[in-house]
C-alpha cells in the first residue's frame, strides 16, 4: 500500500499553487536565517529586498524542525532572512526550509488538505462494535489506556489483517496490557466479543473486565504468530454496571498485534453506526460472519437477512442506527465508503492516490484564494480553479467508490425489540 506524508502533500499543493520556494540554511542565529546559496543570495542590482517580506518560512527538517515564522526582512546580497519572534531553537547548516507564498502558511494549506480528504472516500469493510476504536482505525492511542505496554497504531504489511492499522501492545513488564474505554451496560447482560488477534511473541489474552468491581469476568488466550480469532459469550455479574476490555500478553517482552475487536449484547436488534457514516449511501452491504469454507480455509462473509438505517440525526456520536434481523448474535461488518483521515503532523501518512489528493486539495485551496487573492489575480485563479476541477471530476469517476440508493427491503414481521443498551 503506497503512502505518503503531509510533508510530501504540503510541498505539491503548494507547488500546484507556484507558492513555495525551498532551500537548506547554512547559518542560523537569534531571529535570523541564513542561506548563502542560490537563489537566496545573489549579487544582481535588481534584486528585490521586499521578495519574500510577509512569507512564512517554515524548517521541516533538520534543526529547528517544525518552527514556522514570519519573514521581516531578506538581504538578496548576504541570503539573511530576519524572522519574527525570534527562532525557539536556532537553525543550523542542517535545516531545510521551504517559503510559502502568496500569503500561504502550512497550518492553512494542511486544513485544505484535510478538507480534501474527508470529502474523498474509498471502499472498506469496517466492524460494528461498541467499544470506542474497536476498528483501530483512530489515528493515535488516545483511546486506550496502557499498563507496563508501550501502545502503537501500527501499519506494515504483517502486523494488518483487515483495513489500515492495528493497534501494537508491547510489553515493558509481566501483564502489559491496552485497556479500552468503559461501556456502560446492564447487569446480567449477556454480550458477544470478538477480536482479530497475532501473537508475536508470548500469549496474548482478551478479557472482559468489570469496571464497576474492578474484576476479571472471563478472558481467553492466543499463542500463534499468525492471525487468528479470540471470540467468546460472557454475561455480566449482577452488580456490574460497566465493561471494558483488555488486550494483554502475559510475558514481560510480550509483542502482540490487535484489530477489530467486536463487542455488544447477544440478542439487540438496533446498534448504532460508526460517526463517519453521515449518508445512507455510504453503506453499500451489511455483512455477518459466515460458516467457515474448508475448501478454501477462510471464513466467508455473507449479506445480513434483513437491515434498515433508521435516521438519528440530533445524536452528536452517531447520525444513524442499524436494524437488522434476525438479532445480533455474533459479528457484523459494513461495506462501505469511508472518509480518509485526516492528518495532523508532517509525518502523518494518507493511503489515498497521490495524484487525487493533491488535484483534490489545490482544489479547495483554489476555491479559498479566489475570495482572498488581490484582484489581479482573481482571473487567473478561476482559470487554474476550472482546470483542476476538471481534473477532479476524472478522478472522482475513476476512484471514488459510488454513493448507493437504498435497497426497498421488505417491513419485517412482527417480533419483540429488544434495542440494546
Not at 539573511?80 to 526550509?97: G, H, M, Q, R
Amino acid at each position: 500500500m503506497a503512502t505518503r506524508t503531509l510533508l510530501q502533500v504540503l510541498h505539491a499543493v503548494s507547488e500546484n499553487l507556484a507558492a513555495r520556494s525551498y532551500g537548506t540554511a547554512t547559518a542560523g542565529a537569534s531571529g535570523t536565517l541564513t542561506c548563502a546559496t542560490h537563489p537566496f543570495i545573489t549579487a544582481l542590482a535588481t534584486a528585490d529586498a521586499n521578495e519574500f517580506v510577509g512569507d512564512q518560512i517554515y524548517i521541516h527538517t533538520g534543526v529547528g524542525l517544525g518552527q514556522a515564522r514570519q519573514i521581516t526582512a531578506y538581504a538578496p546580497t548576504t541570503g539573511v532572512f530576519t524572522v519574527s519572534p525570534a527562532w525557539a531553537t536556532n537553525p543550523t547548516s542542517t535545516s531545510e526550509f521551504s517559503i510559502f507564498k502568496r500569503g500561504l502558511a502550512r497550518d492553512w494549506l494542511r486544513d485544505r488538505i484535510n478538507e480534501a480528504l474527508v470529502k474523498l472516500r474509498y471502499l472498506t469493510i469496517a466492524p460494528l462494535t461498541l467499544v470506542t476504536d474497536g476498528d483501530m482505525e483512530t489515528s493515535g492511542v488516545g483511546s486506550w489506556t496502557a499498563s507496563n505496554a508501550t501502545l502503537t497504531k501500527v501499519t506494515g504489511a504483517s502486523t494488518l489483517l483487515r483495513q489500515t492499522q492495528s493497534l501494537r501492545v508491547l510489553n515493558s513488564g509481566a501483564g502489559g496490557y491496552g485497556s479500552t474505554v468503559p461501556i456502560l451496560c446492564r447487569s446480567s447482560q449477556e454480550w458477544y466479543v470478538q477480536v482479530d488477534v497475532r501473537a508475536d511473541v508470548g500469549t496474548a489474552r482478551l478479557s472482559a473486565y468489570d469496571v464497576t468491581n474492578s474484576a476479571t469476568i472471563t478472558s481467553e488466550t492466543y499463542a500463534y504468530r499468525g492471525w487468528g480469532r479470540i471470540a467468546f459469550t460472557f454475561t455480566t455479574p449482577a452488580t456490574c454496571e460497566s465493561i471494558n476490555f483488555i488486550l494483554s500478553g502475559s510475558g514481560a517482552a510480550d509483542d502482540t498485534y490487535w484489530d477489530n475487536l467486536i463487542a455488544y449484547p447477544t440478542g439487540i436488534t438496533e446498534i448504532q453506526l460508526p460517526s463517519w457514516i453521515t449518508r445512507p449511501g455510504q453503506v453499500h452491504k451489511v455483512l455477518t460472519d459466515a460458516q467457515r469454507d474448508p475448501e478454501h480455509d477462510e471464513d466467508r462473509l455473507r449479506e445480513a437477512y434483513w437491515w434498515k438505517l433508521l435516521p438519528d440525526y440530533s445524536n452528536p456520536n452517531s447520525q444513524f442506527r442499524l436494524s437488522i434481523a434476525p438479532t445480533l448474535n455474533g459479528p457484523v461488518w459494513l461495506e462501505a465508503a469511508r472518509p480518509f483521515s485526516t492528518l495532523t503532523l508532517d509525518a502523518d501518512t494518507t493511503f489515498c492516490d497521490q495524484e487525487w489528493i493533491e488535484v483534490a486539495a489545490t482544489v479547495e485551496a483554489l476555491d479559498k484564494l479566489i475570495n482572498l487573492a488581490p484582484s489581479q489575480e482573481v482571473s487567473a485563479w478561476k482559470q487554474e480553479y476550472n482546470r483542476k476541477r476538471a481534473k477532479l471530476a476524472y478522478l472522482n469517476a475513476a476512484l471514488m467508490p459510488p454513493m448507493v440508493v437504498r435497497h426497498q427491503f421488505p417491513e419485517r414481521p412482527n417480533t419483540p425489540v429488544n434495542a440494546g443498551i
